[in-house]
């Protein structure tokens, strides 16, 4: 497993009209940092499947998007060239629509919020078991999720 910084399993639910629908987190980064990613994971204890893996590589200011079949990332990851993020925080909203099996992601500035991507998934959304931080993370300050 990479090096995880922080887990979240997402809690079970028999209603399936009653998923996830956005996650907001907010996090501030070690000094001088190379990375850090979010991944949507189809299982708590094991990262072979991941629904959603979005990377942030800040000296390159380019994020990669990727899935994760089997232990084995896709050669049709998605690199963007964004200089959106500074090197002390990030805060993030991964909006989700399960109609389309896309993940829409923003960045939050002030009271507003602003387009970074749109992913199309590989893996069903209600696949998604755990959300985790992995990279250069030194701490979570918000993590919430909302329901529809």
Excluded at 108 to 124: A, D
């Amino acid at each position: 497993m990479s090096d995880v910084k922080f887990l979240m399993v997402l809690p079970t639910n028999p209603d399936e009209s009653d998923r996830m629908t956005k996650l907001v987190i907010q996090g501030s980064l070690l000094q001088e940092p190379q990375q850090f990613s979010i991944n949507f994971v189809n299982s708590p204890s094991c990262t072979d499947n991941i629904t959603y893996h979005f990377k942030v590589m800040i000296p390159l200011q380019t994020i990669v998007e990727n899935y994760k079949s089997d232990g084995e990332w896709s050669a049709s990851h998605q690199e963007k060239y964004l200089n959106i993020f500074d090197e002390t925080a990030f805060s993030l909203i991964f909006q989700l629509d399960y109609e389309n099996s896309t993940i829409d992601v923003y960045q939050v500035r002030g009271q507003g919020r602003n387009f970074v991507t749109k992913y199309e998934t590989l893996f069903s959304l209600s696949e998604i078991q755990s959300i985790q931080v992995w990279g250069d993370v030194k701490k979570i300050n918000q993590f919430s999720l909302n329901y529809d």
